[in-house]
């Protein structure tokens, strides 16, 4: 960079000595909100039920068989709620796709997106497993695993197989307490 000769500084001064500096706005900085806090220890402790669901999704109660897994009601509420489930009188708020995931990522994911849905407060949500065309033996692991999954968790009030244009006998429309 090239040095100012002390000529051009006097005549730059020379040409801006009557100039008055500008006035400061009158303005005030915008309010910035604090960034809220991770609750770690929460997130820890959904974590670790989350695990251990996941763990006993996994364990002995695969063997149980359910005689059908299209419907599910929680005893003591009214059989009605599985007709307006399943003509989608409540909104799907939300929903979970498992297509592509093995038996314990499903399960996991299930449990998380549940736990998610609970702490979101939402009521009506679709899981869809697919129908098991890909798997080995054309067998539907998913369905059947996450249905019965779906069945021992208290948060579940009643779950149906949807209409065809919501998923059919690839998914399932849960309905939370």
């Not at 670790?48 to 359910?66: F, K």
């Not at 599910?72 to 409540?90: A, E, V």
Request: with cysteine.
């Amino acid at each position: 960079m090239k040095k100012p000769h002390a000529e051009d500084s006097q005549l730059f001064r020379e040409a801006v000595r009557d100039a008055t500096p500008i006035a400061r706005p009158n303005r005030v900085e915008p309010y910035r909100a604090p960034r809220a806090a991770v609750p770690a220890k929460r997130l820890e402790d959904e974590r670790a039920v989350l695990d251990e669901l996941a763990r006993l999704a996994g364990g002995a109660w695969d063997d149980a068989e359910i005689e059908d897994d299209a419907v599910f009601l929680r005893p003591g509420l009214p059989r009605d709620i599985l007709r307006k489930l399943r003509r989608s009188h409540w909104v799907i708020q939300d929903h979970l796709d498992l297509h592509g995931l093995t038996g314990d990522e499903a399960a996991l994911a299930t449990a998380q997106f549940l736990a998610e849905c609970a702490r979101l407060g939402l009521r009506c949500v679709r899981i869809v497993h697919g129908k098991g065309l890909r798997s080995r033996g054309r067998e539907p692991v998913l369905k059947r695993r996450i249905r019965r999954q779906l069945t021992r968790r208290d948060d579940v009030l009643a779950f149906v197989e949807p209409r065809p244009h919501h998923g059919g006998g690839g998914a399932v429309v849960v309905l939370l307490r």
